[in-house]
């Protein structure tokens, strides 16, 4: 089992920038592909970006391409999504998860993954 905890949201204006981080407990963190998701008011969760177990792959939804960077670090246990150019549109909770299944093709299914943290607030003011 692991624990995910989120952190590094705020607020940030139009254009700018924010590092969102997501530190999980225990030593089997390079055992889980990690996933970024997100979810405004009123709508359902999305997938944003995921990255694999060694970190050599990635996949990002069109809308996060040239303009979010996921990476990760296993010996401290942690992912990290790299957001620039933030439009109002990317307002959201974003969370992390981790899917334990090792996958041809990394998930954007919220249910395909086992753990998740309690998500942190990211506004972006136009």
């Known amino acids: 089992q692991v624990q995910l905890v989120e952190s590094g949201g705020g607020l940030v204006q139009a254009g700018g920038s924010v590092r969102v981080s997501c530190q999980a407990s225990?030593?089997?963190?390079?055992?889980?592909?990690m996933g970024w998701f997100r979810q405004a008011p009123g709508k359902e969760r999305e997938f944003v970006v995921a990255i694999s177990r060694s970190g050599g792959r990635t996949r990002y939804v069109d809308s996060a391409k040239g303009r979010f960077t996921i990476s990760r670090d296993n010996a401290k246990n942690t992912v990290y999504l790299q957001m620039n150019g933030l439009k109002p549109e990317d307002t959201a909770v974003y969370y992390c998860?981790?899917?334990?299944?090792?996958?041809?093709?990394?998930?954007?299914?919220?249910?395909?993954?086992?753990?998740w943290g309690q998500g942190t607030q990211v506004t972006v003011s136009s």
């Open positions: 998860a981790a899917d334990s299944i090792w996958r041809v093709e990394l998930s954007t299914r919220p249910r395909e993954y086992d753990y």
């Open positions: 225990g030593r089997t963190f390079s055992r889980y592909a």
